[in-house]
């Protein structure tokens, strides 16, 4: 595990980069509406936007890795994240914005395929669950300073300075992975309909295919929508929520390495029990609490979020076969990202728009804790 670390951290900056980028709209997002002259509701369309080209982005990512090498797809997926945050930065109509979030969806959107993969066969199967882990401290360093290098930076500079400054950053990470990584030179396996039909007929793929879209939903979409929620809805300071938001997810940092530890030594599927009993029901006191209790419930509930990923993607590794991984992980991601970062930030939106936006929190945790008897679905490992 130790002689694999640089390539793993090199991995880390990647996720870093493309989680980063995306996250970075929600602290800004009634700022840029403002400055565009856009409602709330129309503003969090956005996400969809981001969240169409991402998933268009990872049904294609598999005939682009069988051509370029898992490696230079990942390279191509940071530079079209830093060429989507410039062109965002400098956009000076609506539609050049739309243009830029979707392109912000496609860069981000070739990664985790080949991500995946490489990590797989750097680590094994065995340390899977660790391996993840230390990569995901990239997600969880993107939710901790998305908002609170915007609540840092907004009173000094420009929304649009912000994006291009993090696109002049992503370009160097782009860079690096280019010039020193070592993995990934091989090639993934396109999409076709006989592949497809194997997946399709694995009911771990449509189990972890559910979970993942109620889990983004619970963790990236809630965090899209959070700080306009508690601006808007709980007549909270943005500068304040900006930095409670990044705040909380410090723990993740613990949290992600506790839970690869424990899913290697605990079964699996208790562990994914609890993580969805815990978002589940604090999600549902996110929308139904205020003061004190709300601000408590917004420290809680993206912790089981964080103990979510690693277990569950370890889980789904072993019952796929080591050939159809990478078109696995595309397409789970695929789902996940289009129910839980586009389509729940956008109703979520809508229904603010109407004053039931406590509702949205509600049904979503309803839906997390309804979904649990779904474990008696998944079958025995793979080959």
């Not at 989680?19 to 997002?29: D, G, Q």
């Not at 690869?260 to 549902?284: N, P, Y």
């Not at 993206?302 to 595309?330: D, M």
């Not at 996940?336 to 509600?362: A, K, Q, R």
């Amino acid at each position: 595990m130790k002689k694999h670390l640089p390539q793993l951290m090199l991995l880390v900056g990647v996720v870093f980069c493309t989680f980063f980028s995306r996250l970075l709209i929600s602290p800004l997002l009634l700022t840029v509406s403002t400055d565009f002259e856009i409602s709330y509701a129309r503003a969090t369309s956005l996400f969809l936007f981001t969240s169409i080209g991402y998933v268009l982005s990872l049904i294609l990512s598999g005939f682009i890795s069988a051509r370029i090498t898992h490696h230079w797809t990942i390279v191509s997926a940071i530079l079209l994240t830093s060429f989507s945050l410039a062109l965002i930065g400098l956009s000076g109509t609506v539609v050049w914005l739309v243009v830029g979030f979707v392109m912000l969806g496609i860069g981000p959107g070739l990664y985790p395929a080949s991500g995946f993969t490489m990590i797989t066969r750097l680590v094994g199967q065995k340390d899977m669950g660790k391996g993840v882990a230390i990569v995901d401290t990239g997600i969880t360093f993107a939710f901790i300073l998305a908002p609170l290098a915007a609540a840092a930076l907004l009173p000094v500079l420009s929304w649009r300075l912000i994006f291009l400054a993090s696109s002049g950053l992503v370009v160097v990470v782009g860079i690096l992975n280019a010039g020193y990584g070592q993995a990934g030179h091989f090639r993934g396996t396109p999409p076709n309909f006989h592949n497809l039909g194997i997946i399709f007929r694995n009911r771990a793929f449509w189990v972890v295919a559910c979970w993942l879209s109620l889990l983004s939903a619970a963790t990236f979409g809630i965090f899209a929508i959070l700080p306009s929620f508690l601006v808007l809805e709980r007549g909270m300071n943005q500068d304040f929520v900006n930095a409670v938001v990044g705040a909380s997810r410090v723990s993740g940092l613990f949290i992600l390495y506790g839970a690869a530890w424990l899913g290697d030594r605990w079964e699996r599927r208790r562990l994914v029990i609890l993580v969805f009993l815990g978002s589940g029901i604090f999600t549902i006191l996110l929308g139904m609490s205020s003061g004190g209790v709300l601000l408590f419930c917004v420290f809680l509930q993206p912790i089981f979020g964080a103990a979510f990923f690693p277990s569950t993607f370890a889980l789904l590794s072993e019952r796929v076969s080591r050939e159809h991984q990478n078109i696995v992980f595309a397409l789970v991601f695929s789902f996940g990202n289009i129910c839980g970062v586009g389509i729940f930030p956008f109703l979520m939106g809508l229904l603010e728009s109407i004053g039931y936006s406590e509702w949205g929190f509600f049904g979503l945790g309803i839906l997390m804790l309804s979904s649990l008897p779904l474990m008696r679905f998944l079958q025995a490992r793979a080959d």
